[in-house]
């Protein structure tokens, strides 16, 4: 059997054998990056779509449009003003979450052997993906402040790239949030080299500390952002509702490229989003999972006080996932195998890599755990580290 | 901007045009591929959804797994046997309709300038769809008993084509129903030449007259046939739902192309399908809708029966859609702006040959319809057939 040349370089199996142990019964996980399951509004989503299934059932269950349903257009519309974006419907298309968004830039944007540039490490998802579409995707740095801007704009002019991919905020799987001033220089670099950025954007809404950064798609005034955001963390991943907001030439293209995969969002899941952001429960509950994952956040760290010296790690002000850095002479991929023995789990950093490399890094996710399973997850992991250290 | 070369073939802007116009106050539409919207069981689905909602809203609203629910896999098993199909849980992978299926196939197994084989005329979506992955799509002559297998054989030895795409049964847009012997004698070739099937099958269970006819899938010791189901044509297309049933390495395939479009279809729409299969409404649910779109497939072949002779019509078995063709010096392309203008639309048949032309021909829906549009519409458009002819 002959596949297609796009799929041969993408298995996933890594993580998928990573994913796979999970299951083992007792397993403490910092390896995902779910939201907590005491977190999803479940009452208020069922009586939601109830009374939505009632009023408006034969229009739910009909086949819909591919660019999303009107009225949550809308409503994301009025979500980006509180993040100093301004959209007119035609920018928008809702998709079967920000996932969508990103293997649709590829789709539509990418050429085999074209140039992606990313923050290394990056979301392994998006990696993976690009790659379906043989894209070549190069690291740029990033340090606490985000991407290293000197080393963008080496990158920018020795690959034009199609575009550069960034989770500026809270990324994925580091933490970080890009500094204001570097956003500013980011839009102005592309806007110079005529590259569009894709920004992904899901982790926005969950800030635990510290001041607010606007969107690097707030600081484009000429379309070069694509912004990419989710419903996934705030209110559910499960029902797979995200948006992109872009230049409409983009849109329209996003959604040719929409129908050939699944044609539209599920309507149910559209309306339930809607009305739930509607519903004047939605901000006391993005408020009351953020205080949880705080503390979450602030027990993890608090453990992680503990660790050896040697070690280094990121301190975020939101978003699902802590980054360490274990001494150069550690492999995390060595030590993952002691640690799933012992029955914690992580994701090994070398993965999340454009170019690979960076063995002794490992992501932390505090999120999906109990606050007990912080505690003994964290003081296994602390054996076993000290032990090989 | 400069967009991806496999989008640069696909517009579907005559389509869209088209489906614009139905916006119009009080146009009768022939032309749309829609259950009616009498016809969704929208109390029995609100119920059942806030039920799974309260009973298991933590697993519903979280990340689900890329195959989908394994309970809505071990349905479509259960629905197979009643097809004569018999499939393992690894030959399955629940798809966001049988769309995401068609466009996985692209995705999956060709590569560019790769050929396609299909009925011609065929379904505009998968036509589409394959054009984003820059296929070669060939016609293959049909008739009544579908693909003309002479004519099959010819282009599977000229084009050694990656697959050959069929709706064996009430296709898209004719109406019409393969034989069994032209089922059997397909398979062999196939697996002779070594070249996949893509079976598409949404509307099987949706049959108002003459014998159920197995699957191409069915006839098939070999693994050759990808074949697709859809719960959208008897339960709702807006849940977007269906499953593709294949040898288990193209399921492993299809599993990492959907990791990059949607991640996994919607759990509360999955869940919502298998509860609904499983409540014994499903069955009978399906017998009410075949009775009534079988009286409406006989109310506009009666209307049919007043139309000039030279004017030839297919008179399926189930599905949704007849198909005629006018006498060869007419246009149907032409003739479509009449009948817009005069309040009722259809779809010209020339958008669903991959060649083109075929002006003469046209598709009928007759599902969406009420029966006085049927009447009405019907009469309109004999009206403006009659001045042209």
């Not at 009632?54 to 349903?69: D, F, K, W």
Request: glycine fraction near 8%; hydrophobic fraction near 40%.
């Amino acid at each position: 059997m002959e596949f297609a040349k796009r799929l041969d370089n993408v298995s996933g199996s890594a993580i998928r054998a990573i994913f796979a142990l999970l299951a083992q019964p007792g397993m403490i996980s910092f390896a995902g990056g779910n939201p907590s399951p005491e977190s999803f509004p479940k009452e208020d989503i069922a009586e939601i779509s109830a009374s939505l299934l009632c009023e408006n059932g034969s229009a739910i269950l009909q086949y819909g449009g591919t660019p999303g349903i009107g009225s949550l257009k809308s409503t994301v519309i009025d979500m980006m003003k509180s993040r100093s974006i301004s959209a007119k419907p035609e920018e928008i298309i809702i998709t079967s979450g920000a996932t969508q968004g990103i293997g649709l830039a590829a789709k539509t944007l990418v050429n085999p052997g074209d140039v992606i540039l990313a923050e290394s490490p990056t979301f392994i998802g998006a990696l993976q993906t690009f790659l379906t579409y043989e894209a070549d995707v190069k690291g740029v740095e990033m340090d606490e402040e985000g991407m290293v801007i000197a080393d963008l704009e080496k990158k920018l002019k020795a690959y034009r790239p199609k575009f550069v991919y960034t989770i500026p905020t809270f990324q994925n799987p580091t933490g970080r949030t890009m500094s204001f001033e570097r956003r500013k220089q980011m839009v102005a670099l592309c806007k110079q080299h005529g590259v569009l950025i894709l920004e992904d954007d899901p982790y926005c809404d969950l800030r635990y500390s510290g001041q607010p950064v606007p969107p690097i798609k707030s600081l484009d005034d000429d379309n070069v952002v694509i912004y990419l955001m989710s419903f996934s963390k705030i209110i559910s991943p499960g029902l797979r509702v995200g948006a992109a907001i872009a230049d409409p030439r983009i849109i329209e293209k996003y959604n040719i490229a929409k129908q050939g995969e699944d044609l539209h969002t599920a309507n149910l899941s559209q309306e339930i989003v809607n009305a739930y952001m509607r519903s004047g429960k939605a901000e006391p509950h993005i408020e009351s999972i953020s205080a949880q994952y705080r503390d979450k956040r602030d027990a993890m760290l608090k453990k992680m006080e503990e660790w050896p010296e040697s070690i280094t790690y990121t301190k975020p002000d939101g978003g699902l996932f802590i980054w360490a850095s274990l001494p150069g002479h550690m492999n995390a991929v060595d030590l993952f195998k002691q640690c799933v023995d012992a029955g914690v789990a992580y994701v090994p950093g070398v993965h999340f890599f454009p170019e690979g490399g960076h063995e002794n890094t490992m992501r932390l996710n505090f999120s999906m755990a109990s606050f007990d399973q912080i505690e003994k997850g964290m003081n296994i992991l602390k054996g076993v580290i000290e032990k090989s250290i």
